[in-house]
C-alpha cells in the first residue's frame, strides 16, 4: 500500500477523499459479488460484509456507481497502429522491420494503417500523438518512420495514471485468481528477485531486462494477433502478459 498512498501525497488526493472513494468501493464490489452468488443485495447484509454502518451503506448505495475510466481510445487506438506496423506484412521491409510509411497516397500509408488499425479515426490526430510521444519521426524524404516498438503516453500525467490504474488491478486481478485456483487453471505468476544487487550493474539489468522483456511481448503480441478475429462465433475474453521491473534502494 505504501507506493499507493506517495503517489495520492503526491497528486494531493487527501485521506479524506481516499477514505469515501474506499467506502464507496467496498459497498460496490460487496453488491457485485453477493449477486454474483445469487444472495438478496440487502443494506444489512452488506453493511455486515464490509463492516460500513448501515446509514453509510444506505447512502453509498443510493448513489450513482463509480465510473470504471480504464484506458482510454487514444491509447488502444495508438497500440493497435504500432502492433499492426510491426507485424503486418503489409508495412514490413524484406528485412522484416517497420517500413517507413508515405502519410498518403496510394500503395501502404500511414494513412492506411491507420484506416486498418484504428477504425474510423482520422490519421493525422494519431500521427501527432506519435510523434508527441517520439513514437515516429519524420525521415528526410518525408516520410514516418517507427522509432519505438511500444506506446507509453508522454507527458499527459492523467494518462500514465489510468494506465496505471489498469496494470495494478490486472495484477491484482491475476493474484487473487492464484490464491483460490490450482492446478491447470492458475495463471503464468513469476518473479525473479536479489537482494544483494551491486547498484553500479543496475544500468546493464536494465538495459538487458527490456531487450528480453520487449522481445517476449512482441512474440506474444504476434501470436494473439494471429488469432485474434474482429467476428468471433461463442464468447470472448480480454487476455495478456504484464512485465514490471521493480528496484529497492
Same mark, same amino acid.
Given at each position: @500500500?505504501?507506493?499507493?498512498?506517495?503517489?495520492?501525497?503526491?497528486?494531493?488526493?487527501?485521506?479524506?477523499?481516499?477514505?469515501?472513494?474506499?467506502?464507496?468501493?467496498?459497498?460496490?464490489?460487496? !453488491?457485485?459479488?453477493?449477486?454474483?452468488?445469487?444472495?438478496?443485495?440487502?443494506?444489512?447484509?452488506?453493511? *455486515?460484509?464490509?463492516?460500513?454502518?448501515?446509514?453509510?451503506?444506505?447512502?453509498?448505495?443510493?448513489?450513482?456507481?463509480?465510473?470504471?475510466?480504464? +484506458?482510454?481510445?487514444?491509447?488502444? !487506438?495508438? +497500440?493497435?497502429?504500432?502492433?499492426?506496423?510491426?507485424? =503486418?506484412?503489409?508495412? !514490413?521491409?524484406?528485412?522484416?522491420?517497420?517500413?517507413?510509411?508515405?502519410?498518403?497516397?496510394?500503395?501502404?500509408?500511414?494513412?492506411? /494503417?491507420?484506416?486498418?488499425?484504428?477504425?474510423? @479515426?482520422?490519421?493525422?490526430?494519431?500521427?501527432?500523438?506519435?510523434?508527441? *510521444?517520439?513514437?515516429?519521426?519524420?525521415?528526410?524524404?518525408?516520410?514516418?518512420?517507427?522509432?519505438?516498438?511500444?506506446? *507509453?503516453?508522454?507527458?499527459?500525467?492523467?494518462?500514465?495514471?489510468?494506465?496505471?490504474?489498469?496494470?495494478?488491478?490486472? /495484477?491484482?486481478?491475476?493474484?487473487?485468481?492464484?490464491?483460490?485456483? =490450482?492446478? =491447470? =487453471?492458475?495463471?503464468?505468476?513469476?518473479?525473479?528477485?536479489?537482494?544483494?544487487?551491486?547498484?553500479?550493474?543496475?544500468?546493464?539489468? !536494465?538495459?538487458?531486462?527490456?531487450?528480453?522483456?520487449?522481445?517476449?511481448?512482441?512474440?506474444?503480441?504476434?501470436? /494473439?494477433?494471429?488469432?485474434?478475429?474482429?467476428?468471433?462465433?461463442?464468447? +470472448?475474453?480480454?487476455?495478456? +502478459?504484464?512485465?514490471?521491473?521493480?528496484?529497492?534502494?
Amino acid at each position: @500500500m505504501r507506493p499507493l498512498i506517495r503517489i495520492a501525497l503526491r497528486y494531493g488526493f487527501a485521506y479524506n477523499s481516499f477514505s469515501e472513494l474506499v467506502k464507496r468501493l467496498y459497498v460496490e464490489v460487496a !453488491r457485485e459479488e453477493l449477486a454474483r452468488e445469487g444472495r438478496k443485495q440487502t443494506i444489512a447484509r452488506i453493511s *455486515v460484509l464490509t463492516g460500513i454502518n448501515k446509514k453509510i451503506t444506505k447512502r453509498i448505495m443510493e448513489l450513482p456507481e463509480i465510473a470504471s475510466t480504464g +484506458v482510454d481510445g487514444s491509447f488502444n !487506438r495508438s +497500440v493497435r497502429v504500432i502492433s499492426g506496423w510491426l507485424r =503486418d506484412r503489409d508495412f !514490413r521491409d524484406k528485412k522484416g522491420d517497420p517500413e517507413a510509411l508515405p502519410f498518403d497516397g496510394e500503395g501502404f500509408s500511414f494513412t492506411e /494503417l491507420v484506416k486498418r488499425y484504428s477504425g474510423d @479515426m482520422s490519421a493525422k490526430p494519431l500521427a501527432e500523438e506519435l510523434l508527441r *510521444v517520439e513514437a515516429i519521426e519524420y525521415t528526410r524524404h518525408g516520410d514516418l518512420r517507427l522509432t519505438s516498438r511500444g506506446y *507509453v503516453p508522454g507527458g499527459g500525467e492523467v494518462d500514465k495514471l489510468k494506465i496505471l490504474g489498469t496494470d495494478v488491478s490486472d /495484477l491484482i486481478e491475476t493474484i487473487d485468481h492464484n490464491m483460490q485456483n =490450482d492446478g =491447470d =487453471d492458475g495463471r503464468f505468476q513469476r518473479k525473479v528477485s536479489y537482494i544483494n544487487f551491486p547498484t553500479e550493474k543496475l544500468p546493464k539489468f !536494465r538495459e538487458l531486462n527490456a531487450e528480453l522483456s520487449q522481445n517476449l511481448l512482441e512474440q506474444l503480441n504476434r501470436w /494473439l494477433a494471429d488469432q485474434e478475429t474482429e467476428k468471433v462465433d461463442g464468447p +470472448v475474453s480480454r487476455v495478456g +502478459v504484464g512485465i514490471y521491473q521493480f528496484e529497492e534502494h
